[in-house]
């Protein structure tokens, strides 16, 4: 039998995108990781599937509308019901079925139903060629805005850090100051000293420009 995976690459012409890992982080058994993933698939812009004659449902949350992405690639409920069967007729058998046997009583069942195999397989191919327009495009938005916010990210880490700075500039300047000013009092200070306390508090109570010191408790 051969290789699936092949088969597809071969036959379809399709990137077929494998299941991460469960954490998606890193790498394991030869299976890309989540990032990897969205790398891979976004790169293979340079070979867009031009299939959605609309636009396609955004995925909310990581959930696709399937039905929303066969309807913008024009695929019609009667060609999808076609696959839909197919598989149900797939699944109803017991899984230690043998591939020959299993293939003949699927392929009986479906010419009994009236079912054109070509037909089937031409709506199978439609709705893989439309989820791998759907996965491209997709992972296209995603690698472009993942981009403009790490520049974001970065303009905005070099604004903290500019903030930080003159933030730090701001409270040097006002320790100088508060320094500075002391000198500058312990100065005028003499000459207050010089008269002594009791004429300078006299001064200070009847003088309309000056406010008496308030006492701490």
């Known amino acids: 039998m051969p290789d699936k995976k092949s088969w597809g690459s071969a036959v379809m012409g399709w990137f077929l995108v494998p299941d991460s890992p469960e954490g998606g ?17 976004a790169a293979e812009q340079s070979e867009p599937l031009q299939v959605f004659s609309s636009e396609p ?21 009667a060609e999808h019901e076609r696959v839909s069967r197919t598989l149900e ?6 899984p230690d079925t043998d591939e020959t046997v299993k293939r003949q009583i699927v392929m009986a069942s479906l010419r009994a139903f009236g ?13 893989l060629q439309a989820l791998e327009a759907y996965i491209r495009g997709g992972a296209r938005d995603t690698e472009q805005s ?3 916010s790490e520049i974001r990210i970065r303009q905005l880490e070099e604004e903290i850090v ?24 312990l ?14 508090a006299r001064v200070v109570r009847d003088s309309p420009k000056l406010h008496e010191p308030k006492s701490e408790n």
């Open 115 to 127: 079912v054109p195999i070509e037909k089937i397989i031409e709506s199978g191919a439609e709705e």
């Open 25 to 41: 982080s890193e790498s394991h058994d030869g299976v890309l990781a989540d990032d990897a993933l969205i790398q891979r698939a």
């Open 89 to 94: 007729l797939l699944n109803s058998l017991p």
């Open 187 to 200: 100065e005028v200070q003499k000459v207050l000293e010089f008269f002594g306390q009791d004429a300078v």
């Open 57 to 77: 449902p955004p995925a909310r949350d990581g959930e696709v509308d399937f039905q929303g992405v066969y309807e913008a690639a024009g695929i019609t409920a």
């Open 146 to 148: 993942t981009s403009e």
């Open 162 to 185: 500019g903030l930080r700075a003159a933030m730090q500039q701001r409270v040097d300047a006002q320790h100088k100051v508060i320094r500075t000013c002391n000198e500058k009092k």
